[in-house]
């Protein structure tokens, strides 16, 4: 390999790299399950999109139309969530306790196959109510 195409790979490397990784820095720190934890899981929000999670909120309300109203839907997925001493309305607060809903689901096998998807029944439920939404 000659001097000059070393230099200019190893350049167009690193340039592409400090892009990368400043795309990465600059994104938008507040994300919408931080925003509304009740209306979006926070694993599926990373990288499904808002249409796809919808898909599978409808697709949840076809399987249990039992639960098919705004009211019934946040019930169930506040219910069971652990407690803390200071019952705030904070939302990064909200969002941990939703998540340790969505483990203990995992760890007690209530999980719902949608869409391919196999997901726990709190965020099935979120993505319910985004639908609704």
């Known amino acids: 390999m000659k001097r000059r195409t ?8 690193v340039v592409a790299t400090g892009l990368g990784v400043g795309a990465f820095l ?6 919408k399950w931080k925003i509304q934890p009740f209306h979006y ?3 599926l929000s990373d990288f499904l999109n ?12 076809v399987v249990r139309p039992d639960e098919n ?4 839907l946040f019930s169930e997925i506040t219910s069971g969530l652990p ?8 939302p990064d607060e909200q969002a941990i306790k939703i998540e340790k809903k969505v483990e203990m689901d995992f760890k007690s096998e209530r999980m719902v196959l949608i869409n391919g998807w196999v ?4 965020e099935a439920r979120q993505c319910a109510l985004l639908f609704l939404s």
């Open 83 to 90: 407690k803390t001493q200071n019952n705030t309305n904070d």
């Open 41 to 43: 899981p926070f694993i």
């Open 119 to 122: 997901i726990s029944e709190t």
């Open 50 to 61: 808002e249409e796809f999670l919808r898909a599978i909120g409808n697709n949840y309300l």
């Open 6 to 13: 070393f230099i200019y790979t190893g350049t167009g490397i």
């Open 26 to 31: 600059l994104r938008n720190p507040e994300s």
């Open 69 to 72: 109203s705004k009211e019934k």
